[in-house]
Every structure is written in C-alpha cells, then in structure tokens.
C-alpha cells in the first residue's frame, strides 16, 4: 500500500511517513528501520502508537508530539479539531537477521483515549540477507596479508588524484589492491580516472549506475571487497600516502585490536604544511565510548580494520545529519575488540573547498549557551521571546543528533550481542537517551568533569532533548491562536510583515543634551531583522566556500525557482567548490525531512548529500568563513545581506542569481525601494532567461547600468518537464481547463483574481458550450476547495502534488491559463504547452507574444487586460479540437534536462567569476 497520505477510512486514522518506506531491506546481521512521520485521529486523542511488524509489536518512540506544519500545510480542511498539531511520531523497528529472504507487512496500530483500537497497513517490505553484489575479481599480486584499499571518487582533481594513485603504488607493503569506485563523474573526468589508473592491474575501477552520494559511494566500495581480504584501508581520491603507512598499520595491529589508524599531516592543495599534526585544534580519543559515540576522531582515510567487521559494518546505517561512515566504522571496531593508534603521521591529508569534509572543528552551542542568551534579555521581553523561539528552533533542528545517538546504539547493540555486559549496559542507556533528559543531563556533568574532547556535542544532546519537548508545550499553548490564525478567508491578504515593536530612539543627545526616550513602534522589527548581516567568525583555517543565500526552504513552495538554485547549488559542488545554502528567513528547519523530500525532484535528489545547509534566522550565531568566501545570493533581502557581510572578507562582488526583477513582486513601498538598491551592489548577475536579461539590458538595471554590463552576466534557462503527448492522448469526449491557481498573497503576481473573473465570464458567456467542460485550479497550496464560477459550474482547486504526479496531469487537460504580470516567462505556461495544451499566458514589456511564439506555437500571449485573457481563452477553447497544432505545438524550444540548463560559455563566465 501506497505510504504517502492515507485515504480517510472509516477508523478516521490519518498518517504520513516522511520516510518512504524501502521496497528492500538488506538485513545482514541485523537492522533497524526508522520510521519518522504524522498520525492522528480528527477528535480523538491518542494514548498509544505503535508498529506491527514481524511477529512483533513495538512502540513508537514519541508521538503526538508538535508538527505545526501539519496543520497549516496539508490537513486544516480536513481537521476542524486540530489535533493534527499534535500528530508527530518517530519509530525503530529492529529487524533481526534475515536466514532467508521473505516479505513482512508493517501495520500501525494506534489506540485512543477512550481505549479504541485503529489499524493501519502501511506496505510489504521485503527482508534480504545481503544485497548480492559480486564482490571485485582480484590477483593478490605479493606475499603477506592481503589488504583491499577502498578509495571512492567522485570529479578528483586529477592531479592530486594521480598523486594519490602514485603514493599507493609506492607502498612498502605490496600485498595489496585497490577498489575504486567512481559516482558518476563526468565522463571526460571518468576518462582521465581511468587513464592514470592504466593497466595496472592491482586497480579494480567500477562506475556506479547512478549517484549515490559520499556515504553510498563508500558503501559500495566497501561491499565489492574480496571475501578472502584479511585488512580493510579506505583512501580519499586527493591526499597523499607515505610508502610506509599500510606497512605501519599492519604493525600497530595486536590480537586484540580490530581498527587500528594514525595521525596525518594538513596540507593545502600546493602540498605546503599547515600543521604537522590532525589534533592541532583538540584532543584525540580512542578509548571511551561516550565520547566515541556522539563526537567521532577517527578519520576514515587514517584507518584500516580486519575485513570481518565488514560482516558488522554493512549495510551502513540510514544516514542522519551528517553522519559519516568512518563514525560508524569506528564504533563498530570499538565494540568488536577496540581500536589502536599510530601517533606518526602516515599520510597528507588535503585541506581545500573541494574536500567532503575539512579540518576544522567548532564547539557546538549547548544548554546553557542559549538559555544565557535568553536571559540576558529578559528586561527587553520582546527580544527575549524571539531568543527563546529561536533557541527551541534551533535544539529541534538538532534533535536528529538526539535520533542518530539512539539509533547507533539501537544497531551496535542488534548486530553485536557478545559484547561484555558492562559495554552493552552503557550502550542501552544511550539507546534511550531521547526518553532521558536526566541522563542526559548527568551525561554532560560527567563529560565536563572528565574533560571529554566532545567539542560540546553533548551539550547539543542536551538542549534538543529538552527543546523537543519545550517545542510541543509550548505550541500546545498557543494551538488556538495558530488555528485561528490558519482558518482565515481564502483571499483574506495577510500582512507583510509580522507585526512585532523595536524600541527607536527619537531624538539625539546633542539636540537635547539628555539620553532620547526610547518608544515602540509597531511593525518595524522586520526591517531591523532582514538588513542584518551575518556574524561571522573569520580564519584561513576554514574552508573556503561558496555560500548561497536563500530565505527559507519548505517543499510547499518548491517550484521552478528553488529547483534552479538546487541545480546551481549542485553544479558548483561538482565544479569542485564546497557549496553552503545559508537559510536567513523563519524555516522549520528539518534537514532529515527534507533528505526524503528531496527524493520526489529527480535531478538533486541527492542535495543533501552533496551541499552543506545551516539556518541563520537568528543572526547572533556565528558563521564560520574564510576571508576569501564566495557568496551567490537568490533575492533583495539576501543581496543586503551579502553585501554587508562581505566587508568582513577580501571579496567585494557576489552572483546574484536574478529569476525576476523583484521590485515588482509588491507594491512601490520601502521592500520595492530596497529590491531595486540590491541591483546597484557590486555583483555578478546570472539571468533565469534571455528575456529577462533583455530586459534588465532595455531598462538599464543592474549590471546593464554599465557599459562592462554583457562580461558581468550570464544566462541559464530553468529546466521544464518534459511531455510526449500523442494522438491518443488528446482526443477525449471531456475537456478540461486547468488555471494555475495562486490566490496566496507571496503570489500576487500570478493575478488570480483577474484570471477568476476572466474564467466566471466565460462560464456565463451563453454563445459558449461548455456542457463537457470542467475547470481546475492547481498550484493552490494549503486545503483543497472549490470556488464557483457560474451555475452549474465550479473550479476545483487542487492542492499542489509531487512532481511526477504533476506532469501525469497535465495531458489530461486541452487548454490551459497562467498568468504572470513581470518580464519572466513563467514555467508553467511552457510546461502546459509542452503537454498538448493550448496555453493563454499575459505579455510584458519585452514579454511579447511573437517571443512567446518562439518557445512554443501552443502559447497564445495576450495583453494582460480582462479583455484580453478572455479572448485568449475563447480562441483556445475554439481550437481545442485542431490535434495537429497541439500537437505540434507540444515540441518546445526549451531545455527539458538540466543538464542542458546551464549553456556551457555562460556557465564558464559563473566558475571564473566565482574562482
């Protein structure tokens, strides 16, 4: 069964996994499945949630806990009670090893208040020992212990990367091959790959089918290992080797010992040493799994282990946050006999933008951190309420940390049952560390008195525990104003702003010779708050990075534009660069959530992988960069922010990703005035279309305020869908009209209101026969409705859908309606077209119809005037039966991959400005 939103049955049960869940489960000694989602009954508490699965029942870990977004975002029409606030839940499921393959039904099971019953199915899963990937055909080439070398590749630099391969064949140990698996690099960098590995045959190079991500790259590499390899080392594709580390590895290894690395050497990409040592900046730690669970010290490409733990190893567990597979490599040897170490350094290790991951460590913000914060303003209330809101945001964002610790320990203790009693006793209490706040607690004293080298992590433990459950208290405090507030009219406008006060001082002490009376004045908190810079915390030590602005990301509003700075975000990733999406605006910050999310937009289902992403709403945390940080930015507000942020660094031009002029997204008021200052900053301008670059180019804005304006942009087109629409398909008795539908005030611009009047005319208009015709809204967000538009005929507003389900739709319908009042081609309208539609859309400026036209022959432009869009609509509706055209008209000039997006001489001009 289908584990997206679940149909309203007669037990009234409503449930959403956030995880899909997997078709397979390779179980190898055991696994557990983590369940994350929403469940609730309309006006009916729950007392009990829980899961069936495998002849066992086992308890959600928490439930009805806070998931506001629930409520606003999907289930207010269908929850009038509004116990949808209070429907989240987490689960584990352990999964013991599987002898057999087999297929088991998962059910949830919820029990209410009033001791009700009400089951669920969720899905078939099916259980498997092991994946079965043939493991690499090798020929041990020497004498001695057998030691497969894992190296995962992904774009390497090839001259540090044949460095690499260099260092390897040097190696004093000679009993060795290496597994090399690349994900997916482009194919004239795979060429070069295969190239400087040769003919060698102690190399085994294997393309992954498609990306899997650091994590699964390493995954794989590890799972192609020989079965008679005796010793395990993992290599990264860019630092350097000494021709002694496998043979001092091998040496530091005892009966007893299951991992064994060493310290390293950081080097920058010339080779010139920063520091002569790995623990320049904090304290080793080996041998006390408290700390060794929630803060790792043991880096990958310093190890090596015996090839049994493989067994143990694989399959890596579901990644949260940022885990990392040398973290669980590390707790899986501590478990299984523990860990030795080499204190000579055995290998360079490369620090620049491209790495995965840099040399540098930061103390994580704890319990008390923030609670000072907070009480340092408590004689400003205002400003302490926003303290104490960020704080709860800040330790629920976090909370996967929390997740990530139980479930660790949850998997240790599944797969590895001989370990001594005392370990496991310790491993238990950390599995059922989000049920104790106490333990927590005594945890943090206990670290702080040992001095653990945890850089605070458990300090962070600590405060998203508590957070957790402050978060749910207090939204069950405010769950009727939040339900009042989301049950407004439909096309009630919401203000601009929040209404929030700042004190502002209004007279000077050399006017008045006294301190000025500070007032409050509503409404001006937004200002203050939007033009703030980042603080930020500047070293060389820090990689250098590209920070992409963005103010918010919530998959409601995913569309075209996010898609393009996904896409961007990811391109300069690959290019090489180490890429952070820096969140300015309020976010339900949940990158776990959004890791699943992600996988419905084909092409950056792996962002999360690839691409960093803080949240910086509250701009008194600090931001760690180095001088020479690159900033792209996606708005006005984000320009400010660059802008002002960047007098801390060397650089004084950021790209400024233009996907519309923004001033005309409101009204001429102080927004408008400041959107159209963000284009006089010092920048790059990269351009969503040719058409609106030739606009900005006709008005003089921006970059075409100077003559240099041509070398100082660049163009991209945002990818569309792509639609093969036949004969068969448009030929039907029923049509239908589908209007892209945006009543909410961020989307003025799609001028809803006109194209409703616009669609009641033509319903009204008595020369028309509509009598097999139906109208859709689609785009609208939040609870589906209907508005009537004439007797006997209704729009159907539809929720917004995944992508996938979006463009099965689309051929469905004959004519199509989207409007947008500002120079950019909207998406929409070309994605209609290209899926059969006679499409109506409104012209602007340099926006005409004959430019329209060239995109797509199913384009009808039109003044944006109620005259207009209503012969529009009548001409299209006229033609509806001329297949041939549509036909015709569906083959549009536009890119449908992003791949194609990005034309190559522009996106050259992007990498050397960002260079």
């Not at 999964?95 to 078939?124: D, N, P, S």
């Not at 975000?569 to 890791?595: C, M, S, Y």
């Not at 351009?687 to 305020?705: C, M, N, P, W």
């Amino acid at each position: 069964m289908d584990t997206s939103l679940g149909a309203e049955v007669e037990t009234k049960l409503r449930y959403y996994l956030d995880t899909p869940l997997p078709g397979v489960i390779e179980v190898g000694e055991g696994a557990v499945l983590l369940l994350r989602g929403w469940a609730y009954c309309p006006g009916v508490a729950l007392r009990r949630l829980s899961f069936v699965f495998a002849d066992q029942v086992v308890e959600a870990e928490e439930h009805s806990q806070a998931r506001v977004d629930v409520f606003f975002n999907q289930e207010s029409a269908l929850d009038p009670s509004g116990d949808s606030f209070f429907s989240g839940f987490w689960a584990m499921i352990p999964v013991e090893m599987a002898t057999a393959r087999k297929t088991e039904r998962l059910i949830m099971r919820a029990e209410t208040a009033g001791g009700a019953i009400v089951e669920q199915e969720l899905g078939e899963i099916e259980l498997t020992s092991s994946c079965n990937i043939e493991k690499a055909a090798v020929t041990w080439p020497s004498q001695g212990d057998r030691v497969a070398i894992c190296m995962a590749t992904y774009n390497p630099p090839i001259d540090l990367f044949e460095r690499q391969i260099e260092s390897l064949r040097q190696q004093t140990h000679e009993n060795w091959v290496c597994i090399v698996t690349d994900d997916q690099s482009p194919a004239e960098k795979f060429e070069e790959i295969k190239r400087v590995l040769g003919k060698d045959e102690r190399f085994v190079l294997s393309r992954n089918p498609e990306r899997l991500g650091f994590y699964g790259n390493f995954a794989r590499s590890m799972s192609l290992v020989p079965d008679d390899a005796e010793y395990v080392a993992l290599c990264d594709q860019d630092d350097k080797w000494d021709a002694i580390k496998l043979e001092r590895l091998l040496q530091a290894f005892t009966d007893d010992t299951a991992l064994v690395y060493s310290d390293a050497r950081i080097v920058d990409e010339a080779g010139t040493v920063l520091s002569s040592t790995f623990w320049h900046n904090r304290r080793n730690n080996y041998k006390d799994l408290p700390t060794l669970l929630v803060a790792n010290t043991i880096t990958g490409a310093a190890s090596m282990f015996r090839a049994s733990l493989l067994a143990k190893i694989l399959p890596l567990p579901e990644r949260i946050g940022d885990a990392y597979h040398d973290h669980w490599i590390a707790l899986v040897a501590y478990v299984n006999g523990g860990i030795g170490y080499v204190e000579q350094p055995l290998y360079e290790y490369v620090q620049h933008s491209g790495n995965v991951i840099g040399h540098y460590d930061h103390r994580s913000l704890g319990l008390l951190s923030h609670s000072y914060k907070v009480l340092r303003l408590m004689h400003r209330p205002r400003r302490a309420l926003h303290s104490f809101r960020s704080s709860l945001s800040s330790g629920l964002a976090n909370y996967r940390y929390v997740i990530r610790t139980a479930y660790f320990s949850r998997l240790l203790l599944l797969r590895n049952k001989a370990m001594p009693e005392g370990m496991r006793r310790r491993l238990f209490k950390f599995s059922q560390y989000h049920r104790r706040t106490r333990q927590a607690l005594a945890d943090r004293i206990e670290s702080i008195v040992r001095r653990r080298p945890t850089l605070n992590v458990d300090g962070l433990l600590l405060h998203s525990s508590v957070s957790y459950r402050g978060y749910t208290f207090y939204h069950r405090l405010r769950r009727r104003r939040l339900a009042a507030i989301q049950r407004q009219p439909l096309l009630q406008q919401p203000a601009l702003a929040p209404v929030e006060t700042t004190a502002v001082k209004l007279a000077s002490v050399a006017t008045t010779g006294r301190e000025p009376e500070a007032v409050e004045l509503p409404g001006l908190q937004w200002i203050f708050h939007n033009l703030e810079p980042l603080k930020t915390k500047v070293s060389e030590r820090y990689p250098r990075r590209i920070n992409m602005l963005l103010g918010m990301i919530d998959f409601k509003y995913v569309f075209g534009g996010y898609l393009g700075m996904f896409n961007l975000a990811l391109r300069l990733a690959r290019e090489g660069h180490q890429v952070r999406i820096v969140l300015l605006e309020k976010t339900d910050f949940q990158p776990d959530n959004w890791r699943q999310e992600i996988k419905n937009y084909p092409g950056v289902t792996t962002l999360f992988d690839e691409v960093e992403v803080i949240y910086r709403y509250d701009r008194s945390e600090p931001v760690e960069m180095n001088p020479d940080d690159g900033f792209v930015v996606t708005n006005g507000w984000g320009a400010h922010v660059a802008h002002a942020t960047m007098k801390d660094l060397t650089r004084e031009r950021f790209l400024y990703m233009v996907q519309e002029y923004e001033p005309f997204f409101l009204p001429m008021n102080t927004i408008s005035a400041l959107f159209l200052q963000s284009y006089q900053f010092p920048q790059f301008q990269l351009f969503s279309t040719a058409i609106l670059r030739d606009f900005f180019k006709q008005e003089k804005y921006g970059v075409f305020a100077h003559p240099e304006g041509a070398e100082n942009s660049a163009i991209f087109s945002n990818a569309v869908l792509g639609f093969d629409p036949t004969r068969e398909d448009l030929i039907r008795d029923e049509r239908k009209l589908v209007f892209y539908a945006r009543p909410e005030a961020h989307a003025a611009r799609n001028m809803f209101e006109l194209g409703i009047k616009a669609l009641s005319d033509i319903a009204r208009d008595p020369t028309l026969d509509l009598s097999n015709w139906s109208f859709y809204g689609m785009g609208s967000i939040g609870g589906a409705s209907s508005l009537l538009l004439a007797p006997g005929k209704r729009l159907h507003m539809l929720p917004k859908t995944g992508l996938t389900e979006y463009q099965k739709a689309l051929p469905r319908h004959d004519v199509g309606l989207s409007l947008m009042l500002t120079p950019h081609p909207s998406l929409v309208p070309l994605e209609m077209a290209g899926a059969g539609m006679w499409t109506v859309t409104n012209t602007f400026a340099n926006k005409t119809s004959d430019r329209l036209r060239e995109i797509s022959t199913n384009i009808i432009g039109v003044e944006p005037t109620l005259d207009g869009i209503r012969a529009g609509l009548v001409d299209a509706i006229s033609r509806v039966d001329d297949i041939d055209g549509r036909l015709a008209g569906s083959k549009v000039n536009w890119p449908t991959s992003w791949e194609e997006a990005f034309p190559p001489d522009d996106m050259q001009k992007v990498l050397k400005f960002l260079s």
